[in-house]
């Protein structure tokens, strides 16, 4: 992984993929854009990374994106963090954050407790390699120890707390140029 400030690394979330699917970038309109896309997952420099958490929720639907996925994706699926001691020491940081900060339910934190959630997962990868996370969500606003949230954490209000930067799909889209 590329490590100087001109060549940051991102970990893409799953909505980064799924929103443009579903709301600006059709596959059968925009083919462009899915190349573009499959470039910068290709990559040498690999900047833009796909994880394999992500790839696991987007490949388990049954819908043209999962296909397009398994396609033009398995073989570029970063791996490296599933055996990474520190990656899992930050996991549990993040896992550790949400318990005690006071802004989530019980119900909420139940839902980044499941086996196979991403959210937590990002953060935590994106502490191990320095990376910054891309991703759609936005902040939940004003969190409160008054009055704790019961829908699930958004990854912009933990990665801040945990020091992690996020930034939305076009500053990635600038930042690599798409053109289409």
Known sequence: MTSNNDSKNFIIDSNSFIAPF??????????GYWS????QLTSPKKQ??????????????????AAWIKRDADQYIFKDYQNEPKMWQHFGEV???????????????????????????????AMTYNCDIVTLEQSAGNLSTRNPMKHEPKIPDVATAMGVKCVD????????????
């Open 169 to 180: 799909l076009n500053t990635i889209e600038q930042k690599f140029k798409l053109i289409i």
């Open 36 to 39: 573009w896309l499959h470039e």
């Open 95 to 125: 896992m550790t954050y949400i318990q005690n900060c006071g802004f989530y339910k019980d119900v909420s934190i139940a839902n980044w407790s499941q086996t196979g959630k991403a959210d937590p997962q990002l953060i935590a990868i």
């Open 48 to 65: 833009l990374l796909l994880p394999k958490i992500v790839y696991d929720e987007l490949a388990s639907s049954q819908d043209s994106l």
């Open 22 to 31: 579903r709301n600006y970038y059709h596959m059968d309109n925009f083919p």
